[in-house]
């Protein structure tokens, strides 16, 4: 495109192209996000500037990726989460909303405990990105937290964004599969995870670019055994987590009574209960240690 090609035209042309692949609002706000995270421009507000010509190589090939429908946030290698910017790629899964309400949920009981925040450990179960115990730290910086993940490259990305916050989370490269593996862990007052809980045989529920791009190794569970990350953190909550501590778990919303009964029917737990999230969905787990 000419040197004079402005910022709305660019907008216009990109959106046209995304619409092949896209619905029109999606469209929209994918090209309005790459816009801003990677090129720096707002749009509304900077729609009559002029779309550096230096840019359109760079352009060129995101747009190319996006009509790949690789995810705009690998693109642009950021994702919001608590209103902060994480670093992302293909290692680990884009944070979502649903997620942020976990957090929020885990501060609002922490807030409440009896010990002081410095006394107080917390640890997050398959972190990925980070954003849980980066948000926690945050928001709490006197909690001890400490995140494990089975994958080295996740464990990079969760010490970068660490980093780039300004919180100090120890991460550790563990198989939480291997019980043996346990013992390397200490006991804590709050388990969070978000663990991999999606049946292969229901693959086809999940959006084509998650499937194509997202790790498998975060999503996918076997059809034969679909709450075993459940059943393994209730057993780690027994001997990991303090007396009236609590666990917390994203869970799926289709086995959501499943897992309730893990708890429930458990004699070390009490208030085991399902929380909905705001679009109305049975989404978290949360249980306290009798």
Same mark, same amino acid.
């Given at each position: ?24 609002? *999606? ?23 002029? #779309?550096?010509?230096? @840019?359109?190589?760079? #352009? ?39 997620? *942020? ?45 400490? %995140? ?28 939480? @599969? ?41 999503? #996918? ?27 917390? @778990? *994203?869970?799926?919303?289709? %086995? %959501? %009574? ?10 070390? #737990? ?11 969905? *049975? ?8």
């Amino acid at each position: 495109m000419a040197d004079s090609t402005t910022v709305v035209q660019k907008m216009t042309v990109l959106v046209q192209e995304l619409n092949t692949v896209y619905e029109s609002r *999606e469209a929209q706000n994918i090209a309005k996000i790459l816009l801003e995270d990677l090129f720096g421009i707002k749009f509304p507000q900077d729609e009559l500037k002029v #779309f550096p010509s230096a @840019l359109d190589h760079d #352009f060129d090939l995101a747009k190319k990726r996006l009509l790949s429908k690789e995810p705009v946030q690998y693109v642009c290698e950021k994702a919001y989460f608590y209103g902060i910017p994480f670093y992302v790629n293909p290692a680990v899964l884009i944070p979502r909303p649903e997620t *942020e309400e976990l957090v929020y949920e885990a501060l609002q009981i922490l807030k409440k405990q009896h010990t002081p925040p410095s006394g107080l450990k917390v640890i997050d179960v398959g972190t990925g990105s980070g954003c849980i115990p980066s948000i926690l730290k945050k928001e709490m910086p006197k909690l001890d937290v400490q %995140a494990i993940d089975v994958s080295e490259e996740a464990i990079a990305v969760a010490q970068k964004n660490a980093s780039t916050i300004g919180v100090g989370v120890e991460f550790k490269h563990l198989d939480f @599969l291997d019980q043996q593996a346990w013992m390397e862990l200490t006991q804590y007052h709050m388990i969070l995870s978000n663990p991999p809980y999606i049946p292969r045989s229901e693959a086809r529920l999940v959006p084509e670019n998650v499937q194509r791009y997202e790790p498998d190794i975060a999503l #996918f569970v076997s059809n034969e055994d679909p709450l075993i990350f459940y059943r393994l953190l209730r057993e780690f909550a027994k001997g990991h987590l303090l007396s009236k501590g609590w666990i917390l @778990l *994203e869970i799926n919303q289709y %086995a %959501a %009574a499943a897992v309730l009964d893990l708890y429930k029917n458990d004699s070390a #737990f009490q208030e085991a209960e399902i929380l909905q999230d705001l679009s109305g969905n *049975e989404r978290i787990l949360r249980a306290q240690k009798c």
